[in-house]
């Protein structure tokens, strides 16, 4: 039970982490979206128009695919990971 | 075709599929060169793409459960992500959110951040945990984790009042847009786009519905992108738009500067048709408070984590790590859509505001626009308007009137497109809308013949029966959406986000402290699921009716009151009441772990 316990936590450590930079850039950032916008953004369009657009929605993609990779490796770090290589 | 080896040539199957679709859009495009109408045009784009998913339908038919409730949980993660994304992205993405953005600019777009960013919740939170557990359907996991038949009859509740309440505005979309393409009227339109949605999925269920929305998926991706670079290019913005538009982005704010926001008397706004919005918000500034953006965001990525006919789309795939790396895929899929529409809104607004391009209308005589085509056909169609207020002669800003839902599909004829073009966006909106009427009216018959019927009526039944009982309740509940569609009782996007705020109200909390708090108990689950539900319902009547509200939580939000609710009551009536009995707890030490066999095994 310990191993499983183990595991337990660092899917927890990576719950956390996982949900935390989600929380910025869902929330967070739109804080200060009045003040973000006077800065100029990527391919020059205001900087919180940039991230309503594109700049949060292509970091979520990559969050979820990184969070699955991590999360694999945690699950064969205990020997819990699935046969099989789909 | 649909044998063996079958998902060994997916990519192949689709290949020709897509191949074949852009054939077709050549050879209507060289039909209307040699004379086509334009409403022949829209006949054979929906008709033909409507005709292909019957096809697939009927081959994929199915008489085993598990491929009627899961699709045999063979589908690969790649197409699974696109089977998701169609399913996900409805009649209100395809059709009505362009359309939100470009009236209510910013303040809309916490609905693309809120839409795509709810799934780093359904990744992390739910999706690998539920797709361990091996249940069928999502009260199936609320069922077996809480134990007992009366959380599981909430379960359906919940999902029964989130998932109808999104259904009937995604078979509006179908009947608004099979009224325009066909030329009938909306209250007929609106059962040719239920006769459509059963052909997916009345066979096959699971199985045929995920193939069909891979072809939907196809269909609907290529018909938003194709115009959206298409004008892009026409207007000489930039070869690929989404990394071009500063400049009209910026070009729009001066537009607005220029022209002003002259604000309508209530008298000038009375002759103007029901649902019809002017162009009264600038594009690109921060005209919502921070709050009114993050609750919105807020609400609807916790709604997006509780919505069952998403969560279902997990149970598909072979393994956990699938679960997991196909919610990145759906996310990609979708980003491809969302990314495009604020592009879209941009062209389609500039196109039409600008005096110095030749589709501008603004500036031009009343008389002038009334004349042009597309303006007659949309304006009787009572989508769109222009009225002379200041009785100068000229179109203003302000005079100018169209319905949220009518801005995509309208778009390539304000831009100047050819016809073949609408008619490829007419068959991507119904493709969107389809696919997710399928996936919402499919999780509604399945939580009840599965749920309902199979484990509280009758566990003893067939397979056979069982699916005669799934499928007779598919039709059902199909032509009840169908019929309230037909009332048209509020707008697509409006009922898409209520949704939303129902599912998460109810079923966020009993599902997520299901997999990661293990003294979740069934009391517990029942108070949080009933008073989740209620209070959100009642919050939402209370602004309705003209009550204040309080925090900033609108009747687009009122989710965020039910499911603060049901948190509270599930964390105390479960410490309450007593801890969850050994063999429940090992279950959920067993879904935690992505090894081994599933937690419910199922015949």
């Known amino acids: 039970m310990a191993k499983n316990a183990q595991h337990w936590e660092k899917t927890k450590g990576l719950l956390i982490v996982t949900l935390v930079i989600w929380a910025i850039f869902s929330m967070g950032i739109f804080l200060f979206g009045a003040e973000m916008n006077e800065v100029t953004g990527p391919f020059g369009y205001p900087l919180t128009y940039w991230f309503t657009c594109q700049g949060s929605l292509g970091l979520f993609v990559i969050l979820i695919f990184w969070f699955a990779g991590r999360q694999e490796k945690i699950d064969e770090e205990f020997g819990f990971a699935e046969r099989g290589d789909d | 075709?649909?044998?063996?080896?079958?998902?060994?040539?997916?990519?192949?199957?689709?290949?020709?599929?897509?191949?074949?679709?852009?054939?077709?859009?050549?050879?209507?495009?060289?039909?209307?060169?040699?004379?086509?109408?334009s409403k022949a045009i829209g006949i054979c784009f929906v008709a033909f793409t409507v005709f292909i998913y019957a096809v697939i339908g009927w081959l994929s038919r199915t008489a085993q459960a598990s491929n009627y409730y899961v699709a045999g949980r063979t589908v690969p993660t790649v197409f699974n992500g696109?089977?998701?994304?169609?399913?996900?992205?409805?009649?209100?993405?395809?059709?009505?959110?362009?359309?939100?953005?470009?009236?209510?600019?910013?303040?809309?777009?916490?609905?693309?951040v809120g839409w795509t960013g709810g799934y780093v919740l359904v990744a992390t939170l739910l999706a690998p945990y539920l797709r361990k557990f091996g249940c069928y359907t999502v009260p199936d996991f609320?069922?077996?984790?809480?134990?007992?038949?009366?959380?599981?009859?909430?379960?359906?509740?919940?999902?029964?009042?989130?998932?109808?309440?999104?259904?009937t505005a995604q078979i509006n979309a179908t009947g608004t847009i099979a009224s325009v393409a066909l030329d009938i009227p909306?209250?007929?339109?609106?059962?040719?786009?239920?006769?459509?949605?059963?052909?997916?999925?009345?066979?096959?269920?699971?199985?045929?519905?995920?193939?069909?929305?891979?072809?939907?998926?196809?269909?609907?991706?290529?018909?938003?992108?194709?115009?959206?670079?298409?004008?892009?290019?026409?207007?000489?913005?930039?070869?690929?738009?989404?990394?071009?538009?500063?400049?009209?982005?910026?070009?729009?704010?001066?537009?607005?500067?220029?022209?002003?926001?002259?604000?309508?008397?209530?008298?000038?706004?009375?002759?103007?048709?029901?649902?019809?919005?002017g162009i009264t918000k600038a594009h690109s500034e921060v005209n919502a408070t921070p709050w009114a953006?993050?609750?919105?965001?807020?609400?609807?990525?916790?709604?997006?984590?509780?919505?069952?006919?998403?969560?279902?789309?997990?149970?598909?795939?072979?393994?956990?790590?699938?679960?997991?790396?196909?919610?990145?895929w759906s996310v990609f899929f979708i980003f491809l859509l969302y990314s495009s529409a604020p592009m879209l809104a941009t062209l389609s607004k500039l196109a039409l505001?600008?005096?110095?391009?030749?589709?501008?209308?603004?500036?031009?005589?009343?008389?002038?626009?009334?004349?042009?085509?597309?303006?007659?056909?949309?304006?009787?169609?009572?989508?769109?308007?222009?009225?002379?207020?200041?009785?100068?002669?000229?179109?203003?800003?302000?005079?100018?009137?169209?319905?949220?839902?009518?801005?995509?599909?309208?778009?390539?004829?304000?831009?100047?497109?050819?016809?073949?073009?609408?008619?490829?966006?007419?068959?991507?909106?119904?493709?969107?809308?389809?696919?997710?009427?399928?996936?919402?009216?499919?999780?509604?018959?399945?939580?009840?013949?599965?749920?309902?019927?199979?484990?509280?009526?009758?566990?003893?039944?067939?397979?056979?029966?069982?699916?005669?009982?799934?499928?007779?309740?598919?039709?059902?509940?199909?032509?009840?959406?169908?019929?309230?569609?037909?009332?048209?009782?509020?707008?697509?996007?409006?009922s898409v986000i209520w949704a939303f705020d129902f599912a998460m109200s109810g079923l966020f909390w009993p599902l997520v402290l299901g997999v990661w708090w293990k003294r979740a108990n069934k009391e517990g689950a029942i108070a949080g699921m009933v008073l989740g539900l209620v209070s959100g319902f009642a919050y939402l009547i209370w602004v309705r009716s003209g009550g204040s509200g309080f925090l900033g939580i609108t009747q687009l939000t009122f989710g965020i009151f039910g499911s603060t609710v049901s948190l509270v009551a599930m964390v105390v009536v479960s410490l309450a009441t007593t801890a969850p009995n050994a063999a429940t707890q090992k279950m959920v030490d067993d879904a935690r772990v992505p090894a081994g066999a599933q937690v419910i095994s199922q015949k």
């Open chain 2, 1 to 37: 075709m649909i044998k063996g080896n079958f998902i060994d040539n997916l990519p192949k199957i689709y290949g020709i599929y897509t191949g074949g679709f852009i054939g077709f859009i050549i050879l209507m495009a060289i039909g209307e060169q040699m004379g086509m109408s």
């Open chain 2, 293 to 328: 953006f993050i609750s919105l965001a807020l609400a609807m990525m916790m709604g997006t984590a509780s919505l069952p006919h998403v969560m279902m789309r997990f149970f598909t795939t072979p393994s956990v790590k699938a679960a997991r790396k196909s919610v990145g």
């Open chain 2, 142 to 167: 609320v069922g077996t984790r809480y134990g007992g038949n009366t959380a599981r009859l909430m379960a359906v509740i919940v999902l029964t009042v989130a998932s109808f309440t999104y259904v």
């Open chain 2, 82 to 112: 696109m089977a998701t994304a169609a399913d996900w992205m409805s009649g209100a993405s395809f059709v009505a959110m362009a359309g939100g953005i470009y009236f209510k600019g910013y303040g809309y777009m916490a609905l693309l």
């Open chain 2, 186 to 277: 909306f209250q007929y339109a609106v059962y040719v786009g239920l006769v459509s949605i059963l052909l997916c999925s009345m066979l096959g269920g699971m199985r045929g519905v995920t193939w069909t929305q891979v072809a939907q998926y196809i269909v609907l991706i290529i018909a938003y992108l194709l115009p959206v670079f298409w004008i892009s290019n026409n207007i000489g913005a930039g070869f690929f738009p989404h990394f071009m538009l500063a400049d009209e982005v910026a070009r729009i704010g001066e537009l607005e500067q220029q022209f002003g926001f002259v604000k309508n008397s209530a008298a000038d706004l009375k002759t103007v048709p029901k649902g019809l919005a």
């Open chain 2, 353 to 494: 505001i600008d005096p110095t391009l030749p589709t501008g209308i603004i500036g031009k005589s009343v008389a002038e626009v009334q004349a042009i085509d597309w303006y007659q056909n949309w304006n009787q169609a009572n989508l769109m308007f222009v009225s002379d207020f200041n009785g100068n002669g000229t179109v203003e800003l302000n005079e100018f009137f169209m319905a949220g839902k009518a801005v995509v599909l309208a778009t390539p004829e304000v831009a100047g497109l050819p016809y073949v073009i609408s008619g490829l966006v007419a068959a991507g909106g119904m493709a969107a809308a389809m696919s997710t009427a399928d996936g919402l009216i499919l999780a509604i018959a399945n939580a009840i013949s599965h749920d309902v019927y199979y484990k509280m009526v009758d566990p003893k039944a067939e397979t056979a029966k069982r699916l005669t009982v799934a499928r007779i309740l598919l039709v059902v509940i199909g032509f009840a959406g169908a019929t309230i569609a037909a009332m048209e009782i509020q707008g697509i996007l409006g």
